[in-house]
């Protein structure tokens, strides 16, 4: 069964440090994929990234990068000079594709971020 | 660019009641899912369908539940009748096959009492 786990539950930080939130996952398949979303107070889920079990190359977006490693099985995402904005908890998914052709998301429990100024 | 909706963006309802969550897909998607997430918790799946059948139900997913696509364009879950503990974010999502990402809509807060 696949499963994902996020072990910082609440992490605060001063305003324009960096930040890194932990994501491990477990799947018994080769093919699957891997998101980080965000979830600010108002409660939508904000797609992040998407990454695919067969690309480990680590991703720069502005100030957010990601480290993928399989052979840690972690996913694990940074903030570079984290503002007030990026206050939110922040989930870490994994999609594994099944027979039938669907997808099912496993989500860990979510890191609360607190940027405080 | 194309996205998930989903109405009413909050349902407040009496337990014992009957809801019905509305979604609209992205119009070219062929699965359809609909997850859960209790306030305070993860996110958790509900259920899978295509081609107008569930493909995957998780335990939640009791005999109060049910899906449905009426139309070319909607798909609900609907709750027979609610209970205090199904009071959460309600998360419709799409995609087009296997090899594409979920896209999700931005919820429905129920909040039963």
């Known amino acids: 069964a696949q499963k994902v786990t996020q072990a910082q539950t609440e992490i605060s930080v001063v305003e324009k440090e960096d930040v890194t939130l932990d994501c491990v996952y477990e799947t018994r398949d080769t093919t699957y994929y891997l998101f980080w979303y965000k979830q600010p107070p108002s409660g939508e889920l904000v797609f992040l990234i998407r990454?695919?079990?067969?690309?480990?190359q680590n991703e720069i977006s502005g100030r957010y990068s990601w480290n993928f490693q399989k052979s840690t099985s972690s996913f694990n995402f940074t903030i570079t000079a984290s503002q007030v904005v990026d206050s939110a908890v922040y989930f870490c998914a994994l999609s594994e594709a099944r027979s039938g052709g669907y997808q099912k998301v496993t989500f860990g429990t979510g890191t609360k971020l607190q940027v405080i100024p | 660019e194309p996205e998930v909706t989903q109405t009413p963006s909050h349902q407040v309802t009496q337990m014992g009641q009957e809801v019905i969550l509305r979604c609209v897909p992205i119009?070219?998607?062929?699965?359809f899912y609909w997850y859960r997430q209790i306030l305070g918790q993860k996110v958790e799946f509900l259920v899978s369908f295509y081609n107008n059948e569930i493909s995957e139900k998780s335990e939640i997913f009791d005999d109060q539940f049910s899906v449905e696509r009426p139309d070319g364009s909607n798909f609900t879950l609907k709750i027979r009748s609610t209970k205090l503990e199904d009071s959460a974010m309600y998360f419709c999502?799409?995609?087009?096959?296997?090899?594409?990402?979920?896209?999700f809509g931005p919820g429905t807060r129920l909040t039963v009492l």
């Open positions: 119009s070219n998607h062929l699965y």
């Open positions: 999502a799409s995609n087009l096959d296997r090899a594409n990402e979920q896209f």
């Open positions: 990454r695919n079990s067969f690309d480990e």
